[in-house]
């Protein structure tokens, strides 16, 4: 019984201690350490450390140097490259970083409003419709199974690129009797329908009994032009059509520039928007070639300047964003690019791509009167701290329009195909 009873208090004394062990400073800031540190050329990177713990590089790596006090280390490389650190207690190695040093990188930020076309790959399929036949309503399009949201791809064999090319195959169709061989593309994948079309007896015409759309068009703004591959993002987030709610499968598309005409202000439950139109030459100043969740993404063919920062800037990885004071750049006003106050509330280091990376608040007076916090044209606004980009506003919330969520330039910058941890390749002597 008293053997029992010492085993329990010795049980209750260890699970204390574990769990004074997790909550005890330095463990936590081991815990915090990360695995991986990596940094620019020319740049720092500062973690806490626990008093007992000392840092040092394994390879020596002259390049890469290391200044610690008694809660922080310092880490600093004037040249890329790999080095690992140790981290050692009373002597003991204790825990291994891996340190990698990355070639500097800089774009150029955005901040224009710019005016965005798709075009969809086939033609997308936004509603049904009933046809007014002698045996009564009917929608042939519904009859064979198409959804909306659906892409029709190709009929009879021929490849669909916009709707004029869908009407002569309803006609003919129609007339002789026979049904449509249908190619139709769905999240799920691509399968293959007849379709009959029927003969509205109001109009004397064919039809498939479906609205369909092959383009999509809307404002924006651009986040970052990358100096050496004239490769840019904007928006930060994906482009959707408005009657499906289901991303634009794009085909190609161009930007042009765009002029904000008016702001209708951000409220409770309303998040405002942008009002803006083509600028009047309509000249198209880069191509559409990606509509992903982190934006728009495509190539310029001619240089785009926004006016306050149009030298190129160094970046921030995730983990190197900090909470506080930031700016960002967008337009409220004609074609005028303008720098406002944020605030970053919260940000996510984060080791895979995500969309909501950050959370940021507007606190410029000027923007809150203009327009109430982050309205919709807003996107893709690239936000700077510290003399770097760190990523872009996304999306606005709802119920509290001078709030929002940004995404990290990292994430953007690898979905626009720019591999910042590449080495540039060394010229020819």
């Given at each position: ?35 991986t540190?990596?940094?620019f ?58 340190v ?22 086939g ?71 007849k ?10 015409s ?55 005409t ?7 439950g309303?998040?405002?928007?942008k009002?803006?139109?083509?600028s ?35 970046i ?64 893709g ?5 510290d ?11 709802v119920?509290?329009?001078t ?6 330039i ?20």
């Open positions: 019984m008293k053997l029992e009873i010492i085993r329990k208090i010795i049980g209750g004394i260890l699970l204390v201690s574990l769990i004074s062990v997790l909550f005890f400073q330095p463990f936590q800031q081991y815990l915090d350490i990360p695995k540190i990596t940094v050329e020319g740049q720092d990177y500062t973690f806490q450390k626990a008093v007992p713990v000392s840092a040092s590089l394994i390879s020596h790596n002259p390049n890469i140097t290391l200044e610690q006090d008694q809660s922080s280390v310092s880490l600093t490389a004037s040249v890329d490259g790999k080095d690992e650190m140790l981290l050692e207690f009373a002597g003991i190695p204790v825990k291994k970083v891996d990698n040093v990355l070639k500097d990188f800089k774009v150029q930020p955005g901040g224009q409003s710019i005016g965005v076309k798709l075009n969809t790959v033609v997308l399929v936004v509603g049904h419709h009933l046809v007014n036949t002698e045996d009564g309503k009917k929608s042939p399009g519904e009859i064979a199974g198409i959804k909306i949201g659906d892409i029709i791809t190709e009929i009879n064999g021929n490849k669909i690129e916009k709707m004029t090319d869908v009407a002569p195959f309803v006609q003919n169709a129609g007339q002789s009797g026979q049904a449509l061989d249908m190619v139709i593309s769905r999240e799920s994948g691509k399968f293959t329908t379709l009959t079309p029927l003969k509205d007896k109001g109009e004397n064919y039809k498939l009994g479906l609205y369909i759309r092959d383009s999509a068009a809307g404002i924006g703004t651009m986040t970052f032009v990358h100096p050496q591959t004239k490769k840019y993002g904007a928006l930060g987030h994906v482009i959707s059509d408005m009657d499906t709610k289901k991303p634009i499968v794009v085909e190609d598309g161009q930007i042009v520039r765009s002029t904000v008016s702001i209708e202000k951000g409220s409770n309303d998040p405002g928007e009002l803006a139109r083509f009047s030459d309509r000249e198209i100043v880069g191509n559409i070639t990606k509509n992903s969740p982190f934006g728009i993404f495509g190539v310029l063919n001619r240089d785009l300047k926004n006016g306050i920062m149009d030298k190129p800037m160094p921030a990885l995730s983990h190197q964003v900090k909470e506080g004071p930031a700016k960002i750049l967008t337009v409220v006003n004609d074609d005028k690019v303008e720098e406002f106050d944020i605030e970053i509330v919260s940000t996510i280091p984060q080791k895979f791509p995500a969309t909501k990376g950050m959370v940021l608040k507007v606190t410029d007076p000027r923007l809150l009167e203009k327009t109430g916090g982050i309205v919709q044209g807003m996107s606004s690239p936000i700077i701290q003399g770097k980009l760190i990523g872009a506003v996304t999306h606005v919330f119920n509290d329009p709030s929002g969520y940004g995404v990290h990292e994430w953007m910058l690898n979905e626009a195909g720019i591999n910042i941890y590449e080495k540039p390749q060394e010229k020819a002597s």
